[in-house]
Each structure stands twice: as C-alpha cells, then as structure tokens.
T-cell receptor, first 117, second 110 residues
Framework: DAGVIQSPRHEVTEMGQEVTLRCKPISGHNSLFWYRQTMMRGLELLIYFNNNVPIDDSGMPEDRFSAKMPNASFSTLKIQPSEPRDSAVYFC???????????????FGPGTRLTVL | GDSVTQMEGPVTLSEEAFLTINCTYTATGYPSLFWYVQYPGEGLQLLLKATKADDKGSNKGFEATYRKETTSFHLEKGSVQVSDSAVYFCALSRGFKTIFGAGTRLFVKA
C-alpha cells in the first residue's frame, strides 16, 4: 500500500485566498483524522471522520475551516478565507476502528506545509 | 480530562549514549499507550505501543513499559545512533481519540 497520500506537499498563498488540502487514506481504513502542527501549539486534532461521517469537529478553529469526506478514499480540508495565522503543517491520518474502540495505530501522511502571506 | 506530559527537549546525546524520555499520563480506565517518531519533513509514524498494564512495547532497540501504578510510559534505548535524531511523541488512545504529548526533540551527535 502507498500509505496515506496528501496533496499538495507545499502550498503558498496570499491572505484571503481559498486553500484546499487533499487526503487519500489507506484502503480499508474507516477512520480519518485531520491534524494541524505548529511550533506554538504542537499537534492539534481538527476533525475526525468515521465511515465518512464527521464525528468530532470540536477542534476546527472557526467557520473559515471546513472538511468533507465524500467517499472512503478521499477527504478535503478547506480554508476560506485564509489568514497568516493558518500557516502550519496539516496532517491527515487514517486508522481502522473496530467495535467502537480505536486503540490501533494511526498512519500519518507526509503533511502539507501551508504558508499564508 | 485525559492528558499526556512528556519531558521538554531538546535532548542532546552523543552516539552510543543511553536514552530516556519520560512520559506520564492522566486518564481514567485503561488507555492504550504509544510512542510515535517524526523525522524531519515527514509525518508521525508508530515506534511502539502497549495496550495493557505491564506490557512492554519494543522496536528498533527502543523499549517502553506500561506502568499503571506510576501512570508512566518512559521511552528508553541503550545505545542511540545519529539516525535516531527526530522528535518523539508519547500518546494515549481511548475511544476514537488519540491525545499526543508536546513532543521531545532528540539530537544525537557523532
């Protein structure tokens, strides 16, 4: 398996522009996570999907952020409009959750480094 | 709520030195415990895990033992290499959520 795939790997945009980050989870996994990593705040969970349904979006910072998972093999995280404080590395991770418990490993993608000027 | 606390870095060691990175947790019940490693420019990847008290996780010479009585999961390696330079994250998992520590950066000098 190719692992979790994210695109683009790097994104530089100007304040106010829309940004869309993409993720393809590992085939067969039913849980997908979006994280944001910064030096100041560390690794933050933004949203969690199970079987393509958003279960917990309490980490989404504000209405400018939205995430979708239209099918089991694709998810997007969109920021509109973007701001300089959104600059961070965004990771997608997937895992297999069975029986309502997720004690298994999360597999992370390589991340998208976003810079908002 | 659940939380993970790990020692602040950076930790700088010479090659072949002994490594310990402390991790303690707060949680009700019996979470699973993990160590993840992040190499420069990459995502996190699982290093080792333990799912119940007294379990020892091990991988690539690294070890950690799930200590319920001290709520700890300290990471150890007997002889570090330059290639071990990375950021190490302690984490706990219960339900669908995984809670990560702040990470400890390790530098190993040749």
């Amino acid at each position: 398996d190719a692992g979790v795939i994210q695109s683009p790997r790097h994104e530089v945009t100007e304040m106010g522009q829309e940004v869309t980050l993409r993720c393809k989870p590992i085939s067969g996994h039913n849980s997908l996570f979006w994280y944001r990593q910064t030096m100041m705040r560390g690794l933050e969970l933004l949203i969690y999907f199970n079987n393509n349904v958003p279960i917990d979006d309490s980490g989404m910072p504000e209405d400018r952020f939205s995430a979708k998972m239209p099918n089991a093999s694709f998810s997007t995280l969109k920021i509109q409009p973007s701001e300089p404080r959104d600059s961070a590395v965004y990771f997608c991770a997937s895992s297999y959750l069975a029986g309502g418990r997720s004690e298994d490993t999360q597999y992370f993608g390589p991340g998208t480094r976003l810079t908002v000027l | 709520g659940d939380s993970v606390t790990q020692m602040e870095g950076p930790v700088t060691l010479s090659e072949e030195a002994f490594l310990t990175i402390n991790c303690t947790y707060t949680a009700t019940g019996y979470p699973s415990l993990f160590w993840y490693v992040q190499y420069p420019g990459e995502g996190l990847q699982l290093l080792l895990k333990a799912t119940k008290a007294d379990d020892k996780g091990s991988n690539k010479g690294f070890e950690a033992t799930y200590r319920k009585e001290t709520t700890s999961f300290h990471l150890e390696k007997g002889s570090v290499q330059v290639s071990d330079s990375a950021v190490y994250f302690c984490a706990l998992s219960r339900g669908f959520k995984t809670i990560f520590g702040a990470g400890t950066r390790l530098f190993v000098k040749a």
